[in-house]
């Protein structure tokens, strides 16, 4: 088995930052990319940003202000957060491509955390 486990969402002002947290555990045998989506009440899920072994990408409306990474070691993902609008209010879920140690390549989803841009 393996489960994905987001953490560091909250309120913040705007203009604020936030850094989230994305930790995979189980049988891992390595983290082909991740990604992070978002969705906002009554609007599709979007992707915010992708970090594979050779680059990132980023949604238009969060370049410049959003940074993804990624600590292999610890099959850990992060999403900093800076310059934060109250458009960028969602629930925000890690996604990953993993290599199982049985072989296996699967595509995992974590449950979600909640960031709130408000005054």
């Known amino acids: 088995q393996v489960q994905l486990v987001e953490s560091g969402g909250g309120l913040v002002q705007p203009g604020g930052s936030l850094r989230l947290s994305c930790v995979a555990s189980g049988s891992i045998f390595s983290i082909n990319n991740m990604r992070w989506y978002r969705q906002a009440p009554g609007k599709q899920r979007e992707l915010v940003a992708t970090i594979t072994s050779e680059n990132t990408n980023y949604a238009d409306s969060v370049k410049g202000r959003f940074t993804i990474s990624r600590d292999i070691a610890k099959n850990t993902g992060y999403l900093q957060m800076n310059s934060l609008k109250p458009e960028d209010t969602a629930v925000y879920f890690c996604?990953?491509?993993?290599?199982?140690?049985?072989?296996?390549?699967?595509?995992?989803w974590g449950q979600g955390t909640q960031v709130t841009v408000s005054s």
């Open positions: 996604n990953a491509l993993i290599a199982r140690l049985n072989g296996l390549l699967n595509n995992y």
